[in-house]
């Protein structure tokens, strides 16, 4: 079943959901989006403990053949079931999507703008993206829920290139890794150990990161050092 995997560890990544305490200080959401217009526009939404030094994978959302302002209807919903206050950074985009232009020349990072979501661009490539996921496979910080079925088939289907020979060159096959794109792209900021990660290093005490500018600012902030 391993055989030629992409990230081989990842099987043991795998695990059944448990709960999540995000009201937790200790606990920060990630998000990464993959944009798709045909293809699936696929976002994964991560847990990181800093106390556990573990990151988990425990929603993901695909929509296909949907608009701008559809995307948004239904990431809404993701977004208004976390805490506020407990993003650690601006959901991550990949930034060829984000800077592309339609004809009016707009960007589709300004199409959510529009629509009151912000993202920010992901630059990282993708070899940097599957080292960072390995590493984090390996050391066992990583977790994705069993209930995330698209992403984890991608996942258990994510193989290595070949040459013409046949033998196995270190260039995952770039088809069907919608949601391990996505997930990819929030890992960016993360270090290859989690244990090296500090709560301050990403957000001060007392700040806010605001991902819909529409929401509301509760009385209660979560947000601690």
Known sequence: FT??????????????DYPIDFN???VFVTIGYDYGIWDPSAFTFAAWNFEKNLITVYDELGLVGASVKEIAEEFRKKLSLIPDGKLLFLPQMDAKSFGKRQANGETIGDMFRDVGLIFEPAFEDPKARLTKMRSLAKNGQLHI???????????SGWKMQTDSKGNVIDKPVDKNNHYIDSLGFQ?????MNLEKAKIKDYIKPGTRIIADIGRKKPKIEYTKA
């Open 3 to 16: 055989e030629n995997m992409a990230i081989p560890e990842i099987v043991n990544c795998f695990v059944d």
């Open 24 to 26: 937790n200080p200790n």
């Open 145 to 155: 829920f069993n209930s995330l079925t698209q992403t984890k088939k991608e996942f």
């Open 187 to 191: 890992l960016i900021k993360v270090p």
